[in-house]
């Protein structure tokens, strides 16, 4: 868990989604889609579509976009036949990857993430290759203002997560995946709705990344997750103290 706070926490001192933010909103519209198309179109009982348009809400997706996506999800008009993909590979120094995407064209995605791998001293291996390597889990986030650690921690607990860590003004809960729905909503009677919330690959063990295979493992998840197909990258990497302070900078 620490080495998947590390690696994103390294990402958000960047500003890496700050500066897409345009390409941000079209990936959380294609989960609004999907999440649409999948169940009902109310987020009172679609549990995916509520988590998708709390993270439209949170990220800033305007109003009238996220009506649009569940329109569209809903079989309103034309739409695409988005699918759920997942490709794995290792990256710069041996680290573990795991990518997640929605795309309506598997070989065009398969094709890119590929060429992303082989251009930044990586190789894409076959679904299953790195997999073992990480437990499929949720992730519930919330910042930190007005919630302390020990609160935070006592109702997490209390509603059957496994962990909750705090680190860089976010309390990040862990659950099974079984009990991430009712965590999540355990949560957000008592706090109201999390920041973001998410199934996830987290690392079951990291692994030690020097400062030049640190730099050369950024590059390629920065042009992973500039493609337009894939909506998160996952890594079994940690830094040192000196490596992170030099990424984040």
């Known amino acids: 868990m620490a080495g998947h706070s590390q690696f994103k ?11 897409k933010r345009a390409k941000v909103f079209t ?36 109003k009238d976009r996220i009506e649009a996506a569940i329109s569209k999800g809903s079989g309103a008009g034309d739409s695409e036949n988005y699918e759920t993909v997942r490709y794995e590979g290792y990256g710069p120094g041996g680290v573990a990857i795991v990518i997640e995407a929605l795309t309506d064209n598997r070989n065009r995605t ?15 291996g076959e679904t299953g290759s790195v997999g073992f390597m990480f437990e499929h889990c949720g992730l519930i986030e919330y910042p930190t203002e007005n919630i302390t650690e020990e609160g935070m921690l006592e109702a997490a607990i209390e509603a059957g997560a496994e962990n909750c860590e705090t680190a860089d003004g976010v309390h990040v809960v862990t659950t099974s995946m079984e009990q991430f729905g009712p965590v999540r909503d355990a949560l957000a009677e008592r706090f109201g709705d ?51 302070a030099k990424l984040s900078a």
């Open 27 to 62: 990936k959380i519209a294609r989960e609004i889609i999907v999440a649409a198309r999948a169940g009902q179109p109310d987020i009172n009982f679609n549990a995916k579509l509520r988590s998708a348009v709390i993270k439209a809400r949170t990220a800033g997706l305007p």
């Open 9 to 19: 926490n390294i990402m958000r001192r960047k500003g890496a989604q700050d500066a």
């Open 194 to 244: 999390a920041a973001s919330t998410k199934l996830a690959w987290v690392a079951k063990t990291t692994a030690p990344v020097e400062a030049d295979d640190a730099e050369k493992l950024m590059g390629l998840v920065e042009v992973l997750e500039d493609n337009d197909d894939v909506q998160d990258v996952f890594t079994n990497a940690e830094f040192g103290d000196d490596v992170a």
């Open 110 to 124: 398969a094709a890119e993430v590929r060429s992303a791998f082989t251009k930044h001293h990586g190789n894409m």
